[in-house]
Each structure stands twice: as C-alpha cells, then as structure tokens.
C-alpha cells in the first residue's frame, strides 16, 4: 500500500501562488505516473495535471500556461506549482499515483488538501 501525503494548500489571494507537493511512502522506480486531481463543490473531479515516468507532462486546458507538475525521484514526491491563481481554481486537490505491479497497475490516492483563491 503507498501512501501519499499532500501539503501546500491553503488561502490565497487572486493572482498569488501556491506550490502543493506530495510526498509517497514508496520509490519511484515502479511509478508509471503521477497526477493531480481536484474537486470542487458540486462538482466531479477532474484531471489537472500528469506527469509519467519518462517525464511527459499534460494539463487540463484550463490551467495550461499557469500550473507546472515536477517530480523529485530522490525525495519520492511531486509538486504542482500554481501561479496566477483564479477564484475557479479553488478546490480540493488529490494527489493519484499509479504504480506497476506486474502484470497489472494499482492506483493510489491521497487524502487531499483544500486550495480557496479569494477574489
């Protein structure tokens, strides 16, 4: 079971940034990838940025430009840096890794971190 620890979030004004990370329990040798998530109320959770093992990045295009996904394989934890923060990007952020467990994958999830943008 990998476990996953987010931090980082918090209150921030429109325009201001915030950098979450998340911190897993196990290497990343087995990583296939990484992502975030987020979830606004009354809302389905959406994919907001991937990162996969050979690096490749991708992000909803709604915060294309502004949100950058990292990862640090030495400390095991991936980062979603957030600039130019909108009121829209308020939400619960969770942290997704899918790691290899041949033949199959399993998926894992964090416990998640609230981010409010006040406008």
């Known amino acids: 079971q990998v476990q996953l620890v987010e931090s980082g979030g918090g209150l921030v004004q429109a325009g201001g940034s915030l950098r979450l990370s998340c911190a897993a329990s196990?290497?990343?040798?087995?990583?296939?990838?990484m992502a975030w998530y987020r979830q606004a109320p009354g809302k389905q959770r959406e994919l907001v940025a991937v990162?996969?093992?050979?690096?490749?990045?991708n992000y909803a295009d709604s915060v294309k430009g502004r949100f950058t996904i990292s990862r640090d394989n030495v400390k095991r934890t991936v980062y979603l840096q957030m600039n130019s923060l909108k009121p829209e990007d308020t939400a619960v952020y969770y942290c997704n890794a899918e790691y290899l467990r041949i033949p199959d994958t399993r998926t894992y999830w964090g416990q998640g971190i609230q981010v409010t943008v006040s406008s």
């Open positions: 196990e290497s990343m040798l087995s990583m296939n990838r």
């Open positions: 990162i996969t093992s050979g690096g490749s990045t």
